[in-house]
C-alpha cells in the first residue's frame, strides 16, 4: 500500500508581478490577485513545472528524512536483537512490525533519491 508522500514545497514567481509563492498558492493568487484563469497565463504550466524547492526547505527535508532513516533502522536493528532469543519469532505483532519498518524505510529511501540523495551519502559517518 502506497502512502502519500507530504510534497516538498516548491517557489516560483509571479510572471505577472514577481512576488514569489509556492505552486499552489501562485494558481489562486493569479485567480484572485489578477483575475486571470490559469489557461491566459502565458507559459504558467512550464513555470510551475519548473518549480524548485528552496535550498534551504530541500536541505531541511533531507535532514528531516535522515534522521528518521537512521530511527526506524536502530528500531529494526533492536527488533532483531530481542528476535535473537526466541522469544518473539512467531509473534505476529513483531513481524508486521519489521514489514511496517521496513515499507518506511523504502519509502523515505525513494523519497531520498527524489531529493538527490543516495545511499552512500546517507552511510558515511554512521560508523567507521
Ligand atoms: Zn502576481
Sequence with gaps: MKKERKPIRKVVNCP???KEFDTRGLLGHIKIEHGKPRSEVKDLDKIIEKAEPKKSERA???????DRLKEIRK???????EDLSGFFSTDETVKSLKDGLDDLEEEIKEELEDL????E????????
Excluded at 121 to 128: F, K, L, N, Q, T
Design 60 to 66: 531541511e527535508r533531507v535532514f528531516e528524512l535522515v
Design 121 to 128: 551519502d546517507i552511510e558515511e559517518d554512521e560508523e567507521d
Design 75 to 81: 528500531r529494526k536493528a533492536d527488533l532483531e536483537k
Design 16 to 18: 505577472i508581478c514577481h
Design 116 to 119: 538527490g540523495i543516495i545511499e
